[in-house]
């Protein structure tokens, strides 16, 4: 019988209850195939302990107690690019650990050099950085949030906020005495109430 160790990763996205889903579906996988689940590992979004564990215990030939890693997919590594991801899955090939992804179809250690693994890999890496500029996103936008209003400042990113007529007819009245005529007075409002350019524009020549 296989002995295999599971790992679930929480994902930046979706957060730490992700990592409970994982492990009930790699549970299940493995009943699917009567494997035996050695080891159990789990990591948090900005985490790679459990990761680092595996390694060590891979390296350990005599002692460790799995022959195959799996894991939920090449997303949920801990791993920011390709060469990351080559970096860590080549210790458990150099130390004869078999691992595969669950959501990566055909992607494990025995598939690596067939020509349809190939193209099994190919869209799982383009899912896999799909995934990392998602997230590279998701804490740009928290960080600009986090400037914003420790500066004081209005965000200006996330929903619009709804303005009236009424209030772009004060807000362009009140820019006039300070900037006259000047031609970018609408894109000004614009930054000034927080809205996209062509929301200004639109609320400008409703206020005509």
């Known amino acids: 019988m296989k002995r295999v160790a599971i790992y679930a990763r929480a994902s930046a996205i979706r957060g730490?209850?992700?990592?409970?889903?994982?492990?009930?579906?790699?549970?299940?996988?493995?009943?699917?195939?009567?494997?035996?689940?050695?080891?159990?590992?789990?990591?948090?979004?900005?985490?790679?302990?459990?990761f680092d564990q595996v390694l060590v215990a891979a390296v350990d030939v005599e002692r460790r107690k799995?022959?195959?890693?799996?894991?939920?997919?090449?997303?949920?590594l801990p791993a920011r690019n390709v060469?990351?991801?080559?970096?860590?899955?080549?210790?458990?090939?150099?130390?004869?650990?078999?691992?595969?992804s669950h959501d990566?179809?055909?992607?494990?250690?025995?598939?690596?050099?067939?020509?349809?693994?190939?193209?099994?890999?190919?869209?799982?890496?383009?899912?896999?950085?799909?995934?990392q500029h998602q997230i590279s996103a998701l804490k740009g936008v928290r960080r600009a949030r986090r400037d914003a209003e420790a500066s004081g400042e209005k965000p200006r990113?996330?929903?619009?906020?709804?303005?009236?007529?009424?209030e772009f007819k004060k807000a362009k009245a009140a820019l006039l005495k300070v900037h006259g005529g000047d031609v970018r007075l609408t894109e000004k409002l614009a930054v000034k109430l927080g809205v996209s350019r062509a929301t200004a524009y639109r609320l400008n020549r409703l206020a005509q």
Do not use: N
């Open 16 to 50: 730490p209850l992700e990592v409970e889903r994982q492990l009930k579906k790699l549970r299940a996988y493995c009943r699917k195939y009567d494997w035996e689940i050695a080891e159990e590992y789990t990591d948090g979004s900005d985490s790679r302990e459990a």
């Open 66 to 76: 799995f022959d195959m890693l799996l894991f939920w997919s090449l997303d949920h």
């Open 83 to 100: 060469g990351e991801i080559h970096s860590i899955l080549q210790p458990l090939t150099s130390f004869c650990v078999d691992w595969r």
């Open 104 to 131: 990566d179809k055909k992607f494990d250690s025995h598939w690596y050099y067939d020509r349809h693994a190939i193209l099994a890999t190919l869209a799982a890496v383009q899912r896999f950085e799909s995934v």
């Open 157 to 166: 990113f996330g929903s619009a906020p709804k303005i009236t007529v009424d």
